[in-house]
């Protein structure tokens, strides 16, 4: 197999197009999930928890939700892949991203339409040059997201929920051992799909289990790609607001 890494953003812009493009029966996702974190947060559990309970997540949220996690080769675990595959090749190609796995990766649909948004991509960066530069981007893979959506480094650490056909971002800032796990938050979202009674239903459970959980919204993000233009964004802070004070104070 020939292994393509390519840059974080061009992987994220073409994942959100890829299933945004692509709303059909035969597609499986209805939302995307990338988290910023990094182990240097040290308030912060989120990146381990989500490494630790990723096979549980991966259950919960089934064929709904792609949930992108910074991580290396040593983060791998059962449910989550590194590499999205060539569907059309029997000796597979793969495409993947610095710093990016992913929970339950789709091989069909979405998958198909994502290599043909990647394909002139994975052509420029084929050279040991690139790929070189490209994988050394790893640590930086927090900082490409921000940059990428128009967030900012107090942005992190976050859960960043793309409700693909309600059009909406929710940036969910993480505060530690005041927040629910991110296990729990999945599976109130997961509650509320066999109730759900329209197509946009992954924006409605979001904005629920926000408000159950009592979460003040903070200043709007003013999104920056061009493919999330005309969405709606929302970012919510953390439970325990003090954690932002003492970021502040110590950052």
Known sequence: ?????????????????????ALSPAKWYLGIVVVLDRKAERRSHLLDELVR????????????LLVAVPGTQQDWRPGVDE???????RWEDGVGAPGLVMSGVDPGTWASRLWELVSSEVERCQSPEDQLRIAQAIDQSASSVCDYL????ADIPSLVVFSLVGRRVFVFRYGGDADDPPYQFFKDIAIRRSSAKQPDWLA?????????????EGPVPELAPPSLAGWEATRYLPRDVDTLSWERAHG
């Open 204 to 216: 409605r459970a979001v904005v629920d289990v926000a408000s159950e959980s009592r979460l003040v």
């Open 53 to 64: 309970e990723g096979s549980s997540i991966n259950d919960v949220t089934r064929k709904d």
């Open 150 to 153: 128009g967030l900012s480094e």
């Open 83 to 89: 590499w999205v595959l060539d569907p059309h090749k």
């Open 1 to 21: 197999m020939r292994g393509t890494l390519i840059p974080l953003p061009d992987f994220l812009d073409a994942a959100i197009r890829a299933c945004g493009e």
